[in-house]
């Protein structure tokens, strides 16, 4: 597991956007971020999984969270503007990003495998994440340290069989944080990079892997000191990076 004690105040004042913020890793992510003093901005598309979490948060005296009911499979362009135009209103400016909706679609061989739903997986991990980031940048640029993170997995990184539009959708978010970050190479308040959480307790695992007793993986706040380091000033000095959650690095 990667190691890091991150500070009680670590994110404090920051307003930091979680995707897929209602279930699994995310809303861990969420969660963890808001108890260092985070005002979490909570995206996904089941408004009551959100409202649960914002309720939490909130009972545990956390500041106020927003909630962002948002479909990132039938999201428009104009959606993503009307979000960052929203956000500007109510924040005037953002300090972090955490793309962690995703998809897994079919386990199947691509010579089989479903047109639509491989259109469908490409649209929320690839598609999604480019036109968010594309509108939300002028406001990451306000913030005096801002910190974008993608969710990978080790199959974006060595192809496995079966693993089809999943697998192709997770390269192509290490090849988007790779330009990106190179391309704000020298924007010295914004740095890019990208977390493989490695098999974690939850819903998408479960189905990927039926047969596997779920106790054999780390729970998603088990996995959390990562997504802390990369969000906090600590991590300042990093960009362009792919890292592993249960790496045994340490920070
Ligand atoms: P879960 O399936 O448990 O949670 C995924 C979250 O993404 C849910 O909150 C879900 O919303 C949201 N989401 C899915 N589709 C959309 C959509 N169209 N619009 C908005 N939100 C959406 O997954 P995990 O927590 O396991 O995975 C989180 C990330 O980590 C993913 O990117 C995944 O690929 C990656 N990952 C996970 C691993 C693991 O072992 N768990 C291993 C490697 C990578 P809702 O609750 O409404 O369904």
Redesign the pocket.
Known sequence: MFHYDAPAGLLKDRIILV??????????AAWQYAAHGATVVL????LE?LESLYDEIENAGYPQPAIVP??????TEHDYIELSNQLFDEFGRLDGVL??????GMRTPLETYDPITWE?VM???VH?PFLMTQSLLPLLQRSEDASIIF??????RKGRAYWGA?AVS?FA?EGMMQVLADELENTPNIRVNA???????????A??YPAEPPES?PT?AEIMPLYLYLMGADSRQINGQSLDAQGDESA
């Open positions: 995707t897929g913020a209602g279930e699994g890793i995310g809303r861990a995206l996904g598309r089941t999984k948002m479909n990132l499979d039938s999201a793309h962690n909706a995703g998809l897994l469908q649209r929320v991990n999604a969710t990978s997995s080790g199959v974006g999943y997770k978010t977390i493989n959480p490695g098999a974690t307790r939850t819903q998408m695992r189905y990927a993986n998603p």
